[in-house]
T-cell receptor
Framework: NAGVTQTPKFRILKIGQSMTLQCAQDMNHNYMYWYRQDPGMGLKLIYYSVGAGITDKGEVPNGYNVSRSTTEDFPLRLELAAPSQTSVYFC????????????FGQGTRLTVV | RKEVEQDPGPFNVPEGATVAFNCTYSNSASQSFFWYRQDCRKEPKLLMSVYSSGNEDGRFTAQLNRASQYISLLIRDSKLSDSATYLCVVITIGMTTDSWGKLQFGAGTQVVVTP
């Protein structure tokens, strides 16, 4: 029962470096999301996807990019990391829009120094 | 105005007591509502859906008030293990590409149950 798998769990980046946060789900869900959560704050939507090949911006997309080439995978790319991107990143998926539960990965804790 | 708003708390609750808190949403077209629970530094997990007629799951009761655009969560006979942040989630399904049923989270209400 893998569900939603995120890698890595922890990462320290230097300012200006780039990295890709991986997210994979094995539940054949159409919807996938990337959120960030800053300390003591709620979740903010970065990007989401309604199916393979379709992505759209959320509330805070600047500094990030995504792709959705398959139903299973939804990687988040950070280009030119900045200290403001220090956060916990959660990937989630849900089967369809409507009255459905979203399933979350365990999160990636990213520190940019 | 934020689309989903919650009182951040913390709500300090003696063990065995009842606590209730609300979540307001701004879009009257919102259609689906949930309460999630988030433990410190962990991922959110579904606590319960919120149905129009209100629903109960053990010690937890959720209600929806569409006229005033809020949902509520009541926890009876609080346990120490109920200490967590409770996130309100709203799904609004619209006709434009920016409202394809994406989940919108409140910032969360922190509940601390004390012995």
């Amino acid at each position: 029962n893998a569900g939603v798998t995120q890698t890595p769990k922890f990462r320290i980046l230097k300012i200006g470096q780039s990295m890709t946060l991986q997210c994979a789900q094995d539940m054949n869900h159409n919807y996938m999301y990337w959120y960030r959560q800053d300390p003591g704050m709620g979740l903010k939507l970065i990007y989401y996807s309604v199916g393979a090949g379709i992505t759209d911006k959320g509330e805070v997309p600047n500094g990030y990019n995504v792709s959705r080439s398959t139903t299973e995978d939804f990687p988040l790319r950070l280009e030119l990391a900045a200290p403001s991107q220090t956060s916990v990143y959660f990937c989630a998926s849900s089967p369809l829009w409507g009255n459905t539960e979203a399933f979350f990965g365990q999160g990636t804790r990213l520190t940019v120094v | 105005r934020k689309e989903v708003e919650q009182d951040p708390g913390p709500f300090n609750v003696p063990e065995g007591a009842t606590v209730a808190f609300n979540c307001t949403y701004s879009n009257s077209a919102s259609q689906s509502f949930f309460w999630y629970r988030q433990d410190c530094r962990k991922e959110p997990k579904l606590l319960m859906s919120v149905y129009s007629s209100g629903n109960e799951d053990g010690r937890f009761t959720a209600q929806l008030n569409r006229a005033s655009q809020y949902i509520s969560l009541l926890i009876r006979d609080s346990k120490l293990s109920d200490s967590a942040t409770y996130l309100c989630v709203v799904i609004t399904i619209g006709m434009t590409t920016d409202s394809w049923g994406k989940l919108q989270f409140g910032a969360g209400t922190q509940v601390v149950v004390t012995p």
